[in-house]
C-alpha cells in the first residue's frame, strides 16, 4: 500500500489535533480531523485539510500517528524471566532476583543479545526513540555502558537511544565512586538516575546527585515512591532538591505511586513544588498494576498502583506513560510495544472522556523531556516516519491490537517482523 520509494501522497487520514500542530482543518470531539499527507525524499512536505487529490492513495480515515517515544525501559533487564521469574510477584521479590540474575549472568554478550532482542520489538512496533535505565551497581557499570554505546551506534537512524545509570541512592554515599560513575555517564552522554528511598540522609544525597549533573551538565532520571507507603516523599525531596540547586536541566521522575496514597494537603503540597521546580512525571501503568498492592495469601489487590496524572497534567506539570519492564522479575509481560501502552492507560487511567490530549503522553511530551526535536509530533518538515492503523476512532483503535499496523519510517513502510523468542532460549540455559 505504501510506495517503497519516491513521491506520493495520503490522502483522508485521520490525525489529532494535539499531535499535528501546523494542521488547521475541522476537528472532532475526539480531536481527530481527516487530512492529506504528502511524502517526498523520507520527508513530510505538506499536510492539509482532506480535499481531492487525483493520484492520492485514499486511506478511508484510518488514524495515524507519529512514531512513539518511550521514555522509561530497562532493556538490560528484559527478558531474563524464563531463567529468573519473580517468585511471588512483589517488588522485593522482583529486586532480589533481578540482582542475583544480574550477578550471575549479565555478560556483554548477554546484555548485547537481549538488548538487540527488545529493540527490534520496539522498532517493529513502531517506536522511533527509547530511553533505557541500565543498572549500574559496581561492577556491572562497566560491562553495561559499553554495550549500550554499542547498541546506540548500530541502531542510530532506526531507533534514538539514551541511557541512564540506575542505583539505590544509597550508592551514592561512596561519593569516590558516584564521581567516577558521573564521569562514565556523561563520557557517554548519558543521562545520570538513581532511585530514591526515604533514607535518613536521603537530602544530603540528593544534593550530591545534584552536584553532580550541574559539574557534567547532565539531565536526571529517577525512580521514586514505588510503594504504597503513604510515608515515601521521595518526589517532593527531589523537586525541593532542584529549587535549592537551581537545576537547569531536565528532570523526569518516574512511578510515584505513593502519591495516590497520601492526604489531599501533602498531594498539594507535592505538586505545587513539582510544577515550580519544573520536573516531568512518568507512569508505568502495566509494571504498576502487576507491583503495586501485591497481596500475600492470594487476596485480590485494590488500588491500581498509578499516581496522580491527572492532577499533574492540570498544573502544567508534563505527563508521560512508558514501557518501564519487559519480561523480567519487575513485570512478567511486555514487548515494547506503546500502542499496548498506551491502550492499558487508556483504561487504567482512565484517557478518555475526553481523551482531550492525552496522546501526548507517548509521543510529543516524552519527546519533549528526552530533548529530540522534531520526534513525537507530525509536521511539514519532518521526517516521515509514522505509524498507520486499521482502526478510524479511538474505540476502534484501542480495542484491537493492531498487529497489522503500518510502520513508516523516513516515507518507507519497515519489515515488522518481530523477533522470534527462541532466538534467546540460549541464554535461559542454567
Ligand atoms: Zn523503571
Known amino acids: 500500500m505504501i510506495p ?6 495520503l490522502a483522508n487520514v485521520r490525525l489529532h489535533r494535539s499531535l499535528t500542530p501546523g494542521l488547521s482543518a475541522p476537528f472532532d470531539a475526539d480531536g481527530f480531523a481527516l487530512a492529506d499527507i504528502a511524502v517526498a525524499d523520507g520527508k513530510i512536505s505538506s499536510i492539509t485539510a482532506h480535499g481531492r487529490s487525483a493520484d492520492a492513495i485514499d486511506l478511508g480515515g484510518r488514524i495515524v500517528l507519529p512514531c512513539f517515544v518511550d521514555c522509561h525501559t530497562h532493556i538490560d533487564k528484559g527478558h531474563i524471566w524464563p531463567r529468573k521469574p519473580n517468585p511471588d510477584g512483589t ?15 549479565w555478560s556483554a554478550e548477554d546484555v548485547a543479545r537481549r538488548m538487540d532482542f527488545s529493540l527490534r520489538s520496539a522498532y517493529a512496533h513502531g517506536t522511533r526513540a527509547l530511553r533505557t535505565h541500565i543498572d549500574s551497581v559496581a561492577p556491572q557499570e562497566e560491562i553495561s555502558w559499553p554495550v549500550f554505546e554499542t547498541m546506540r551506534e548500530a541502531w542510530r537512524g532506526r531507533i534514538e537511544l539514551q541511557g541512564a545509570c540506575l542505583l539505590g541512592i544509597e550508592g551514592v554515599r561512596d561519593r569516590k565512586w558516584f564521581d567516577r560513575l558521573a564521569k562514565r555517564v556523561a563520557a557517554a552522554k548519558g543521562v545520570l538516575g538513581v532511585v530514591t528511598y526515604m533514607v535518613p540522609d536521603l537530602e544530603e544525597l540528593l544534593d550530591q546527585v545534584f552536584a553532580q549533573a550541574i559539574k557534567h551538565g547532565l539531565d536526571l532520571d529517577f525512580h521514586a515512591d514505588e ?13 525541593e532538591a532542584a529549587l535549592w540547586n537551581g537545576f537547569e536541566g531536565n ?36 509494571c504498576n498494576l502487576y507491583l503495586q498492592d501485591r497481596r500475600p495469601d492470594q487476596t485480590t489487590p485494590r488500588w491500581r498502583g498509578v499516581t496522580l496524572l491527572h492532577e499533574m497534567k492540570a498544573r502544567g506539570i508534563p505527563v508521560a506513560v512508558a514501557s518501564d519492564n519487559t519480561r523480567d522479575p519487575f513485570y512478567a509481560y511486555g514487548d515494547l510495544d506503546m500502542l499496548e501502552v498506551y491502550r492499558m492507560a487508556t483504561r ?42 486499521k482502526g478510524r476512532s479511538w474505540t476502534e483503535l484501542l480495542s484491537r491490537p493492531e498487529s497489522d499496523r503500518i510502520v513508516v519510517r523516513g516515507g518507507r513502510a519497515i519489515d515488522r517482523q518481530l523477533p522470534d523468542y527462541a532466538e534467546l532460549d540460549g541464554l535461559m540455559v542454567e
Open 4 to 9: 517503497t520509494f519516491g513521491s506520493y501522497h
Open 91 to 105: 517488588f522485593m521479590g522482583a529486586l532480589n532476583a533481578t540482582g542475583a540474575d544480574r550477578t550471575a549472568r
Open 227 to 239: 510503594t504504597d507507603d503513604a510515608a515515601a516523599i521521595s518526589l517532593k525531596k527531589i523537586a
Open 251 to 286: 528532570i523526569l521522575v518516574g512511578h510515584c505511586c505513593s502519591l495516590a496514597r497520601q492526604p489531599d494537603l501533602e498531594v498539594l503540597d507535592t505538586l505545587d513544588k513539582v510544577a515550580k521546580a519544573g520536573l516531568a512525571v512518568v507512569s508505568l501503568p502495566m
Open 348 to 389: 487504567i487511567l482512565h484517557f478518555d472522556h475526553p481523551v482531550a490530549d492525552w496522546p501526548q503522553t507517548v509521543s510529543a511530551t516524552p519527546a519533549s523531556v528526552m530533548r529530540l526535536d522534531g520526534f513525537g509530533t507530525l509536521a511539514a518538515g519532518g521526517d516521515a516516519d509514522f505509524i498507520l492503523f
